[in-house]
């Protein structure tokens, strides 16, 4: 048996059911779509009812970013919310055409952007098991250096496939990189990527055909495609007996990881993966505020708590 629901007041019903007929003769939309707008609109209602609210004129941005809040405290789904407030915002629209409202009050109002879940990071053992790769083999030699650089400066994998010989400077151990929006940044890059590097230019030209200038080649002598890159990653993962799905997205969010863990240096990590924004790099590494906040109150010299009796 279903709940009972209290009747809805009538200045909020009235219109509800001039909108459902709207729907019916003048939109002809299926019945599953009507009947999905009248579960969300009368289920708002009834949030407003229970606000003491009377009619739809009643209702201005801060009531719907209300209903927002109430959704989310109930656990609804980003995208649930969104169809939500997609159903309400059609709702004063019909009401400003047929004059009822002078604005649409939901217009502003936007649910939550619905987080990318984020790669699990391989931990320093699984990274250091996929990386015993030794074989004289050119390929062998590429996939390793591939491997070495992306885990060793955080690449994108566009990045890394965009990037040419001319690029490369071992001597100061930078490479010149394209990132989102062509944006041009310098990465270092040392250690065991620097020398996996050198040695796979040592071995690029019996791969090479022609004059591709690319740093990664495939077999056919011609620039590695990203699709071959994950490929090839895959088999390396499984090859090495890792327990983790390999994929180059994953290398460079345990590059980020890691050198966070060590260095606690938000700054630093935002400027090697390239973000813009800082808030960016803040979800990337699973940061929360109650970490940023103990680094805070540890280091600034303004956040140490003075004495009882000072």
């Given at each position: 048996?279903?709940?009972?629901?209290?009747?809805?007041?009538?200045?909020?019903?009235?219109?509800?059911?001039?909108?459902?007929?709207?729907?019916?003769?003048?939109?002809?939309?299926?019945?599953?779509?009507?009947?999905?707008?009248?579960?969300?609109?009368?289920?708002?209602?009834?949030?407003?009812?229970?606000?003491?609210?009377?009619?739809?004129?009643?209702?201005?941005?801060?009531?719907?970013?209300?209903?927002?809040?109430?959704?989310?405290?109930?656990?609804?789904?980003?995208?649930?919310?969104?169809?939500?407030?997609?159903?309400?915002?059609?709702?004063?629209?019909?009401?400003?055409?047929?004059?009822?409202?002078?604005?649409?009050?939901?217009?502003?109002?936007?649910?939550?952007?619905?987080?990318?879940?984020?790669?699990?990071?391989?931990?320093?053992?699984?990274?250091?098991?996929?990386?015993?790769?030794?074989?004289?083999?050119?390929?062998?030699?590429?996939?390793?250096?591939?491997?070495?650089?992306?885990?060793?400066?955080?690449?994108?994998?566009?990045?890394?496939?965009?990037?040419?010989?001319?690029?490369?400077?071992?001597?100061?151990?930078?490479?010149?990189?394209?990132?989102?929006?062509?944006?041009?940044?310098?990465?270092?890059?040392?250690?065991?990527?620097?020398?996996?590097?050198?040695?796979w230019l040592k071995v690029r030209p019996s791969l090479l055909k022609g004059d591709d200038p690319a740093l990664f080649i495939s077999k056919l002598g011609q620039r590695i495609s990203?699709?071959?890159?994950?490929k090839r990653m895959a088999e390396w993962g499984q090859k090495q007996g890792v327990a983790s799905h390999i994929s180059p997205h994953k290398l460079r969010h345990s590059f980020a990881?890691?050198?966070?863990?060590?260095?606690?240096?938000?700054?630093?990590?935002?400027?090697?993966?390239?973000?813009?924004?800082?808030?960016?790099?803040?979800?990337?590494?699973?940061?929360?505020?109650?970490?940023?906040?103990?680094?805070?109150?540890?280091?600034?010299?303004?956040?140490?708590?003075?004495?009882?009796?000072?």
């Amino acid at each position: 048996m279903s709940e009972s629901v209290a009747p809805l007041p009538k200045g909020l019903e009235k219109s509800l059911l001039r909108f459902y007929e709207y729907l019916r003769s003048e939109k002809g939309l299926s019945l599953h779509t009507q009947r999905n707008y009248k579960q969300q609109l009368e289920t708002m209602a009834q949030h407003l009812a229970q606000m003491g609210l009377k009619d739809w004129t009643q209702v201005d941005a801060a009531w719907v970013r209300q209903l927002a809040s109430k959704g989310m405290r109930e656990g609804m789904k980003a995208s649930s919310l969104s169809t939500r407030l997609s159903s309400l915002r059609s709702f004063f629209d019909f009401l400003v055409l047929r004059g009822e409202l002078s604005a649409n009050p939901a217009k502003g109002v936007s649910a939550p952007r619905k987080q990318r879940p984020l790669p699990k990071n391989l931990d320093v053992d699984e990274v250091g098991q996929l990386l015993e790769v030794d074989d004289d083999d050119p390929l062998a030699i590429r996939d390793r250096a591939i491997m070495e650089l992306m885990y060793g400066a955080g690449l994108r994998l566009a990045e890394l496939v965009s990037i040419d010989v001319r690029d490369v400077h071992l001597r100061s151990g930078e490479i010149r990189v394209i990132g989102k929006g062509d944006k041009e940044r310098k990465v270092p890059f040392s250690g065991q990527a620097k020398e996996w590097v050198e040695r796979w230019l040592k071995v690029r030209p019996s791969l090479l055909k022609g004059d591709d200038p690319a740093l990664f080649i495939s077999k056919l002598g011609q620039r590695i495609s990203h699709r071959n890159i994950q490929k090839r990653m895959a088999e390396w993962g499984q090859k090495q007996g890792v327990a983790s799905h390999i994929s180059p997205h994953k290398l460079r969010h345990s590059f980020a990881t890691h050198v966070l863990e060590s260095s606690n240096n938000l700054r630093a990590v935002q400027e090697l993966l390239g973000h813009e924004n800082i808030s960016t790099t803040q979800i990337y590494t699973h940061l929360d505020f109650q970490h940023l906040a103990q680094a805070y109150d540890q280091a600034h010299p303004r956040a140490k708590k003075k004495g009882n009796n000072g």
